[in-house]
């Protein structure tokens, strides 16, 4: 490589670099977003999961035929795991997406219409119990292994904080 | 239908009463001291006469003709009947309703007829929401209650009483009971006994020896356990205060479908599995986590769900024993616990 060369590139590095630098002082690059559409981003999944809230507590009639609804056996779409889908599941014997598996908890306990699997209702099954799966690893599993703990932050469970552990913090 | 559930509380309430007469005479002929002592001697604290009960909750039964719970509920009632020996009564730990009508309370009363013994019952918060309890009282009688048997004291308490959030929202009874049917509802808020049942339990133990062997029966636990889903008693702590000049309380409840023991000072507590369907362990940490049961597989229609059956020996030493309708329990739990 002559010295030239190498005097270029040295040029072309001092003049990236400056330009580097007075970007991230000004305002030449637009953020990807507004607050207002960051905003509406947030209120439009904020709605899917209040959808999905209330169908897996029975508000759509031909997901059952015997009552049930996702919520009887899974408060707070616990023991439901969906970040550990793609998963093995016995009842199919392969590998399977999380929204097969709302769809064989609705035709089988519930006794109920599966829903379609591109459908908003589904994807608002999907939003409401990833959200409080949130922070979770993603890991995917076995049919067998416990179920993953979550806290709830979304809903306004009322303000009481568990001990746990099988002592009461009350005098 | 009416004639069958007044005929266990009738049956029932001659056994309770035939104890309690024993306990009088004794008292009434000023031997009760020698008596106990010699009782003591023989069948130890008390003399409490060994004897089994069984507990059966949360059935949780819908309206529909011919449903999957009302089959579950009649196969936890034959489990219990086919007993050796047979549990001397049964209790019942609530949640007998689904949506707490009084169709599915009555045929909740009808199956549990079909017990070979007494029946006590007390109410789960399926139970009671749509009429405040009317049905259930219709059905089964008073929700406060105490008997002695064999030497035990037991109590039951209806511990699932909550604020008054209906009147004020201007609700009808339907929303009230919907919103009390899901366990996560974030209106009602934390349940408990409240003033008059602490009142009642106060003065029911209050001329009762420290070495009485107590027995209580509530629907939700008598600790902190998870109180988002109401696992829970709000005034626990004053019930626990009131009991704690005995030597050895037992508690046993319902309404958390799962396998799960814990103690607390003199209490130890107990939970019952349904015969509906079993729930997740919350996310909490458990002071004997080894008493929790397999995960539930949902392929198999009936797992971790059950009965439960209790031994007392004579020194209210007790043998626990889940009895579920799968191959539910880890090996630790399959041969039972002590309290
Ligand atoms: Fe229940
Ligand atoms: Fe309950």
Known sequence: ?171 | MSDIVDHSRRQFLSFAGKAGLTTLVAQAVGINLGVVDIVRAQTGKRGVEPFRFAIVSDSHLYSMPDHKFDQQLAEAVAQVNAMTPLPDFVLFGGDVAQNGTEDQLVKGSKILAELKMPLKIIPGEHDWYLDMGDAWRGLFGDETWSFNHKGVHFIGLNSILVRDFWTEAGMTPLERMTVMEMLESPIPGPWGVHEKQLEWLANDVKDLAPDTPVVIFTHSPLWDYYPRWNFQTSDAPEIREILSKFDNVMSYHGHVHQTLYNRIGNMSSVAALGTAWPWPYPPVELAFPETRMNRADPSIATDGMGTQVIDLSGSFEGLVQYKPFEDSLTPFMRDGFKV
């Open chain 1, 1 to 171: 490589m002559t010295t030239n060369k190498m005097l270029k590139i040295e040029r072309v590095l001092a003049v990236s670099a400056l330009a580097a630098v007075l970007a991230a002082g000004t305002s030449w690059a637009r953020a990807p977003f507004t607050d207002e559409e960051l905003a509406a981003q947030k209120a439009a999944l904020v709605e899917s999961i209040a959808l999905g809230y209330d169908l897996w507590h029975g508000s759509r009639a031909d997901m059952t035929t015997n009552g049930l609804a996702c919520g009887n056996c899974h408060p707070d779409t616990a023991a439901s795991n969906p970040q550990t889908f793609p998963k093995y599941m016995t009842m199919y014997g392969k590998v399977i997406p999380f929204r097969e598996m709302v769809n064989w908890c609705i035709e089988n306990p519930q006794a109920g219409t599966r829903l379609d699997v591109d459908g908003d209702d589904m994807t608002a099954m999907e939003a409401y119990a990833f959200y409080l799966h949130r922070g979770k690893e993603i890991t995917p599993g076995l049919a067998s292994e416990q179920t993953t703990p979550i806290v709830v932050e979304y809903g306004t469970g009322f303000a009481r904080t568990p001990t746990g552990i099988g002592v009461d913090n009350r005098p």
